[in-house]
């Protein structure tokens, strides 16, 4: 590539970096203002729309009831996307590619129509609209990308390790908890984190089939439908630093995973 | 040695296919209790494969593994006295070597003070105490093998596997864990068997050797018997360097038997093994360092002349390429005389026993 | 030397640990024995789980979907007994209320996923081959943390940055470009920037992930044998690339056809996509379900018929580069 490309590319870059991060710190200051009105200027500047997050129950409710939400789901997609990566992993048998391709479709059907199949497929085993059935269609949706990060670690795992464990006496059911399991760890907090963000983030499956309770996202859009105001800002920088903690948490495990497989 | 009296492993008739591919041809093999064997061979011969069936990791296709006189063919793993130190050692990265040790204990249902007991002693013989609250990739090399050592023998196999465990070692460090590995067996009186692809490690180390190609047992003996009296050509070459002289088979005489070679009639050992044929084309081996190389005729039982074509200078001594006829013979020559023998004719010399006729 | 005994431990004076414990207890053996029992069963085992699971929860809910998009009516009542009929079908074919935002949504999304892969492939041309290997997971990071604030929240930000009294008016003011504040919301356009700002990440990986693998040896070589620059792109990168592409193209493209909040909050009249129709069925207490069920699934087959015909073209690209 010559010279002018590379300037080119790295313009391009930035343009996009600057693309993704002002929006989000334009929101971030429109929360210290202190006015009723979403815009631009900010005269005075105020704490009072933060405080005000903590002291909203209503807020603080739907924060909670996602968090639940997230903690179970992931929860469920762990264990079965853990459960499905050790089935799919090591041996080839009659059907693997599609039961690999069943495992992966929740991740690519368009979110309003995984959204409504799962309202109506509630609707057929009789789960009525709230927490559970929010639990249960995060779960399902989270699953594959659980599954993706295990087996990508269970591919690294040295197969004489199960061998050795079972050569010194332990059966398939404890060479899983004392040898693999171990070694998935790493995978399964960085997966787990990930699902927890999907779970917390998601908005058109806790729409859909969400009862009278709102997540936060559902509650956030709610609030938007009816009019901007710095509150809304405050709520959103709250859940952006929450999520970047956890999102910076999850890439860390990961990496420090890589590098410790690299070491192997 | 193959009828050992007192087998601790039997192998009956053992075959084992994968795919198209036959690792294993009907096997037959016993094992003495307290015995070190090497199964020694080129990648894909069925060392490996032998290993993985003692060790539970596969099932033979026909044929059966008699442990201490129990069938355990079908029996997994985890419920046979077998353990193994595997190549890349397979440490449990998420314990410390303590925990490593003591796996194969605990899941005996032993208490945890005979537990600690059996790991500190394990730990004062192998030289391990100082790292045993050490994690594996806080290790060297030789203390990982060491580790590995340990752990297998901790719960007291009837057999330990070895499955080329000093390959991942540096050439000086391998040297040296070699005699260790020989004491250690000595001293704990257990029947090790040692795969390995490495003819000088096989020869070091083993009480047998049993060298393996293409799925069968090539020769079956204690290491200087194959050095000296190779069965098969490929035995010859395998192990060693060798100068195979192709030749014709002539009848014997006085315990010898007769090799014609370029015109010189040779006396060859009287073949062992596999009986090489009486007559017609043969190959003979003849190792390097059997060879005398002087100016004047030697008084061994054979003498050939020939005229030196190259010297390769390896420090003590020197290894000389000799023109006989048409062939090259390799000799070794102490460094001085090598020198000495820069050009013109010189005479080879060999005693009997030293040329072995070979069947292919 | 001889070594000390291994026996089990007999008598309460010394326990065996957790895992002794358990592999040596009556009702562990008893369940090993049943579950463990051959090499066959085991895997048997390990396999129905899975296969139930996404039999039910992954496969189930798509197929109740198509059921009941087939129903005359959904729930059944009382005197109210559904039959078969493909009726919904034809109402889509029939009405172009429905057509339109439905061809709206392919075009939309297939123009987007082009803008999206011209904007991002030099973004991560960039960070794959210009920026040094240890700093390229924190110039992936400024990318990333913007992707794990959730749909809401970027939508939100989105709003404050072109909305009228938004940051991109403001500033275009000052700047004396414009006189009136320029509608950007509630357009095509914002509707476009959002829906980006949502799903460049989808395009952003794969084809990291792909250009990162490629060896820079191969642009040596090539560079040695005499290739410029556009020779060498065109000869190695994007051949190389192209699987990265076919991913990136087909996840973003999923996506913006199954967007929900993004065209409710950021979209206008003018500019209603398919999903908004379908949801619209799904607001109403349940009799409308059968036709907003028809229409997700005519929009999942054509979806996934489109990203399918585009995989394996880009993969018959790439196998004929290849050669």
Redesign the interface.
């Known amino acids: 590539?010559?010279r002018n490309?590379?300037i080119?590319?790295?313009c391009?870059?930035w343009a996009?970096?600057l693309?993704?991060?002002?929006?989000?710190a334009?929101?971030m200051l429109?929360g210290f203002k202190d006015s009723k009105?979403?815009?631009?200027?900010i005269r005075d500047v105020t704490l009072d729309w933060y405080l005000a997050v903590f002291q909203d129950s209503q807020v603080l409710n739907a924060m909670g009831y996602s968090a639940i939400i997230g903690v179970l789901s992931t929860a469920i997609a762990l264990f079965?996307g853990t459960?499905?990566a050790?089935?799919?992993t090591g041996?080839s048998?009659w059907g693997r590619a599609i039961?690999l391709g069943?495992?992966l479709?929740?991740a690519?059907?368009?979110?309003?129509?995984?959204?409504?199949?799962?309202?109506?497929?509630a609707?057929?085993v009789g789960l009525e609209p709230g927490m559970w059935a929010i639990i249960?269609s995060h779960a399902?949706h989270n699953?594959p990308f659980v599954v993706l990060v295990v087996m990508a670690r269970l591919s690294t795992l040295?197969k004489?390790?199960g061998?050795?464990?079972?050569?010194?006496?332990?059966?398939?059911?404890?060479t899983f908890f004392?040898?693999t399991l171990?070694?998935l760890t790493p995978a399964m907090i960085g997966g787990g984190i990930f699902c927890l963000?999907l779970s917390?983030?998601?908005?058109?499956r806790s729409?859909?089939l969400g009862g009278y309770e709102p997540t936060l996202?559902v509650l956030?859009?709610a609030k938007?439908?009816s009019g901007?105001s710095p509150e809304?800002?405050a709520i959103?920088t709250v859940?952006?630093v929450l999520?970047?903690v956890?999102?910076?948490w999850a890439?860390r495990s990961m990496?420090g995973m890589k590098k410790?497989a690299a070491?192997? | 040695m193959t009828d050992a009296k007192d087998p601790i492993v039997r192998i009956e008739g053992v075959t084992k296919s994968f795919g198209s591919f036959t690792a294993l041809h009907e096997m037959n093999l016993n094992i003495a209790s307290g015995e070190f064997v090497t199964f020694l061979g080129p990648s894909g011969c069925g060392k490996s494969t032998t290993l993985r069936i003692l060790g539970g990791f596969e099932k033979p296709d026909t044929g059966r593994v008699i442990l201490n006189g129990q069938d355990v063919t079908a029996l997994p793993p985890n419920k046979r006295n077998v353990n193994m130190v595997f190549q890349d050692y397979a440490l449990f990265p998420n314990m410390t070597v303590r925990r490593n040790i003591a796996f194969g204990l605990e899941l005996k249902g032993m208490g945890q003070q005979a537990i600690k007991a059996r790991i500190d002693e394990l730990a004062s013989f192998l030289e391990l105490t100082a790292y045993l609250d050490r994690r594996p990739d806080q290790l060297s090399g030789g203390q990982r093998q060491r580790v590995a050592l340990a752990r297998a023998l901790a719960p007291d196999p009837a057999l330990l596997l070895l499955d080329e465990p000093l390959g991942a070692l540096d050439a000086k460090l391998r040297a040296q864990v070699q005699v260790e590995l020989k004491a250690i067996q000595r001293r704990t009186n257990k029947t090790f068997f040692f795969v390995t692809h490495d003819q000088e490690e096989a020869l070091t180390m083993s009480d047998r050797i049993v060298v393996m190609n293409k799925g069968r047992i090539e020769q079956d003996g204690t290491p200087e018997e194959l050095y000296f009296q190779p069965a098969s050509r490929f035995v010859a070459e395998f192990i060693g360097e060798t100068n195979l002289l192709s030749g014709r088979a002539l009848p014997g005489d006085q315990g010898a038997a007769g090799f014609d070679w370029q015109g010189h009639q040779l006396r060859a050992a009287a073949t062992v093994g596999k009986t090489a044929p009486a007559q017609g084309a043969v190959t003979a081996s003849l190792r390097p360092e059997r060879i005398q190389v002087q100016r004047d005729r030697p008084t061994t039982e054979n003498a050939v002349q020939g005229q030196v074509v190259n010297r390769l200078f390896k420090g003590h001594r020197m290894l000389l390429d000799v023109a006989v006829g048409d062939t090259v013979v390799q000799a070794y020559t102490d460094t001085d005389r090598g020198r000495d023998l820069a050009d013109g004719p010189v005479w080879l010399g060999w005693n009997a026993s030293s040329l072995t006729l070979l069947a292919d | 030397m001889t070594l000390s005994n291994t026996r089990p431990a007999s008598g309460p004076a010394d326990r065996p640990g957790f895992w002794g414990r358990l592999s040596g207890s009556g009702p562990y053996a008893a369940l090993t024995d049943v579950l463990l029992a051959s090499p066959r069963r085991q895997f048997a085992i390990l396999l129905i789980v899975p296969v139930i699971w996404v039999l039910l929860t992954h496969l189930g809910p798509i197929l109740q979907m198509i059921n009941v998009s087939l129903l005359t009516n959904y729930p059944p009542g009382p005197n109210n007994v559904p039959t078969y009929t493909l009726e919904h079908y034809g109402k889509f074919f029939t009405d172009s209320i429905f057509i339109q935002p439905f061809l709206r949504t392919l075009i939309f999304s297939s123009v987007l996923t082009l803008t999206t892969l011209i904007i991002i492939y030099p973004v991560a041309y960039f960070l794959a081959r210009h920026v040094r290997r240890d700093r390229q997971m924190m110039f992936l990071m400024l990318l990333l943390i913007p992707f794990w604030v959730g749909e809401i929240v970027r939508i939100f930000a989105m709003m404050i940055l072109l909305g009228n009294n938004g940051a991109l008016n403001l500033a275009l003011q000052w700047l004396g470009l414009t006189e009136r504040p320029i509608p950007f919301m509630y357009t095509g356009f914002s509707l476009s920037a959002g829906i980006i700002y949502l799903t460049a990440l989808y395009m952003l990986m794969p084809l990291y992930s792909a250009l990162e693998k490629i060896p820079p040896s191969l642009f040596e070589a090539a560079a040695d044998l005499g290739a410029g620059p556009w020779t060498r792109f065109r000869r190695i990168t994007l051949p190389l690339s192209l699987e990265g592409v076919s991913s990136g193209c087909t996840l973003v493209f999923l996506i913006s056809t199954g967007v929900y909040a993004t065209p409710v909050l950021l979209g206008g009249p003018s500019t209603t996509l398919f999903s908004e129709v379908i949801a619209g069925f799904f607001h109403v207490a349940g009799d409308q379900w059968p036709v907003g069920a028809a229409f997700a699934v005519i929009m999942l087959v054509t979806a996934l018929l489109l990203t399918g015909a585009f995989t394996k073209l880009m993969a018959h690209l790439a196998g004929r580069v290849k050669q």
């Open positions: 590539m010559t490309t590379r080119l590319m790295q391009i870059y996009f970096v693309y993704l991060l002002i929006p989000l334009l929101m429109m009105f979403i815009g631009f200027p079965m459960w499905i050790v089935a799919l041996r048998f039961l069943l495992t479709l929740p690519v059907i368009p979110g309003v129509i995984s959204a409504i199949a799962f309202r109506i497929a609707r057929l249960w399902i699953v040295p004489s390790y061998e050795a464990a079972q050569d010194l006496g332990a059966d398939p059911i404890i004392r040898v171990p070694y963000l917390f983030d998601d908005f058109v729409f859909f996202p956030i859009f938007l439908r901007m809304i800002n959103s859940v952006l999520t970047a956890l999102g910076l890439e990496r410790r070491n192997d």
